[in-house]
T-cell receptor, first 112, second 115 residues
Framework: SQTIHQWPATLVQPVGSPLSLECTVE??????LYWYRQAAGRGLQLLFY??????ISSEVPQNLSASRPQDRQFILSSKKLLLSDSGFYLC???????????FGSGTRLTVV | AQTVTQSQPEMSVQEAETVTLSCTYDTSENNYYLFWYKQPPSRQMILVIRQEAYKQQNATENRFSVNFQKAAKSFSLKISDSQLGDTAMYFC????????????FGKGTRLSVIA
């Protein structure tokens, strides 16, 4: 069966520090992968998506970047965090058109 | 570009009652998929129900059902016999069947079930 893993679950980082959030998928190959951010009590903002190794599409200009070094690995990074980067980050993979997306359990990032 | 609109930021319902969450969308596509996702306080996103646009029959999953009106581009979610565990954010979403176009989400409706 397919599963998606996302870590860490919670992260508190000082302003100006780097960030690396990792997402991996098991049980499927060549998945479409997505990073979303959700501010408190708000909707989902698509940040990046990837249709294959090394292929990254950015939806909004910001302080973040994404990479896909392996088929089932998707990484969200920042060189220097801002206070405005705080939020809840969700990774997802496209489980086929009929099944929509399957989401990871999310990372709660607080920048202090 | 497709857009999804949820016009009710917050709703509340008494336990055991029925509630309907609204969703409208805009697309020029004829074939597509629609979804309702639930995000409880744990913030895990859970697929509640899906509808294929080429199917006229409304989808049903236990206490959850949809009213899909293709001509009106409306896709509402009905929750029957509401339970405290239904308290969550609910997101309506649109997906094209092919290609790599990302899922388009509405802004969500926060539902509170009151005992």
């Amino acid at each position: 069966s397919q599963t998606i893993h996302q870590w860490p679950a919670t992260l508190v980082q000082p302003v100006g520090s780097p960030l690396s959030l990792e997402c991996t998928v098991e049980g499927t190959s060549n998945p479409n992968l997505y990073w979303y951010r959700q501010a408190a009590g708000r909707g989902l903002q698509l940040l990046f998506y990837s249709v294959g190794i090394g292929q990254i599409s950015s939806e909004v200009p910001q302080n973040l970047s994404a990479s896909r070094p392996q088929d089932r690995q998707f990484i969200l990074s920042s060189k220097k965090l801002l206070l405005s980067d705080s939020g809840f980050y969700l990774c997802a993979w496209r489980a086929g058109a009929r099944n929509g997306y399957t989401f990871g359990s999310g990372t709660r990032l607080t920048v202090v | 570009a497709q857009t999804v609109t949820q016009s009710q930021p917050e709703m509340s319902v008494q336990e055991a009652e029925t509630v309907t969450l609204s969703c409208t969308y805009d697309t020029s596509e004829n074939n597509y998929y629609l979804f309702w996702y639930k995000q409880p306080p744990s913030r895990q996103m859970i697929l509640v129900i899906r509808q294929e646009a080429y199917k006229q029959q409304n989808a049903t999953e236990n206490r959850f059902s949809v009213n899909f009106q293709k001509a009106a581009k409306s896709f509402s979610l009905k929750i029957s016999d509401s339970q405290l565990g239904d308290t969550a954010m609910y997101f309506c979403a649109f997906m094209k069947p092919s290609g790599n176009t990302p899922l388009v989400f509405g802004k969500g409706t926060r539902l509170s079930v009151i005992a």
